[in-house]
């Protein structure tokens, strides 16, 4: 695996990956990996691209400084995992790297409800961000294919949106959510849970799940939300919000037999992480 910090060097090295007739699967990640990360190295290896990973702490996307302060850096052993998993090239840069002073990079587009409701409802600014720091990566590695998980569903969808306005000729691959045995969804901030939240954690999912079932048994919305919501109450969770939502819009749904595509999805605090996941209910 080559490592890189700064773009000259990146470039002349995909240069010599084209010529040679690869092409380019791009991972974007913050770091403090794990195995939901390192599946998306290993799609893109088994799709027969190129693998290249890049790490970094996008402060532009956090809109808690605190919060920005405390999240996890492992650069050590992010670069082990990534070896191991057959990573071939990982691009460290860092801030200045990615925005260098005076240029104003920042994507603005409007994408409506896409960036209002649930995350954007409770982490203002923070989709301006993400969508700014993907375009930027996205300008200096110029991959085929983008893999991103599912995790992040309403991030998947605006980067789907992103892709789509601004025509950039990347195909989005998008990866199942990598969970623990007990249902908690794979997360750098998991590194963060006492371990008494860690076992609340996984309640999480169970509320996600639940709700799913009672969707597909013909249960109200309005039954569901309640149920959902005191399953995390009940573990000790703190619930921001508990969404059924259509999955191309993410607007909220009220009778689930109208929508063909159906997902849902939740944040929580766990003491003082705040976790988020969701579920595709029914996709057709």
Same mark, same amino acid.
Not at 50 to 77: C, H, K
Not at 87 to 96: H, W
Not at 150 to 158: E, G, N, R, V
């Given at each position: 695996?080559?490592?890189?910090? /700064? ?20 991972? $974007? ?49 992010? !670069? /082990? ?19 260098? $002073? ?100 996984? !309640?999480?999912?169970?509320?996600? !799940? ?24 009940? !573990? ?19 009778? $689930? ?28």
């Amino acid at each position: 695996m080559r490592l890189f910090e /700064t773009i000259a060097d990146l470039r002349e090295w995909l240069l010599e990956q084209r010529r040679s007739g690869h092409s380019i699967g791009f991972v $974007p990640t913050m770091g403090a990996l794990h195995l939901g990360h390192l599946s998306l190295v290993r799609a893109a290896e088994a799709a027969g691209d190129v693998s290249v990973v890049s790490i970094f702490v996008n402060p532009t996307q956090f809109n808690d400084p605190e919060d920005l302060r405390r999240y996890p850096r492992t650069p050590e052993r992010d !670069a /082990t995992l990534l070896q191991e998993a057959g990573c071939r090239a990982l691009f460290r840069p860092d801030v200045e790297e990615i925005y260098p $002073p005076g240029q104003d990079l920042t994507v603005r587009l409007d994408f409506g409800p896409l960036t209002e409701v649930m995350e954007g409802q409770y982490r203002p600014g923070h989709f301006q961000g993400m969508v700014t720091v993907v375009k930027r990566l996205l300008d200096i590695v110029q991959p085929q294919r983008l893999y991103m998980g599912q995790k992040d569903f309403q991030q998947l969808t605006i980067v789907r949106a992103m892709l789509q306005r601004l025509a950039i000729p990347v195909e989005l691959v998008a990866c199942p959510t990598v969970r623990e045995p007990d249902g908690l969804a794979m997360s750098s901030r998991n590194e963060r849970l006492t371990p008494e939240m860690r076992a609340a954690a996984p !309640a999480l999912f169970r509320a996600l !799940a639940a709700a799913r079932e009672g969707c597909l048994a013909g249960m109200a919305i309005a039954q569901i939300r309640p149920m959902a919501m005191r399953i995390l109450k009940d !573990a000790g969770l703190r619930p921001e919000y508990f969404e059924l939502v259509d999955g191309c819009t993410l607007l909220p749904v009220e009778d $689930p037999s109208t929508c063909p595509f159906l997902v849902a999805c939740a944040a929580a605090w766990a003491g003082d992480v705040r976790l988020i996941d969701n579920l595709i209910v029914k996709e057709t």
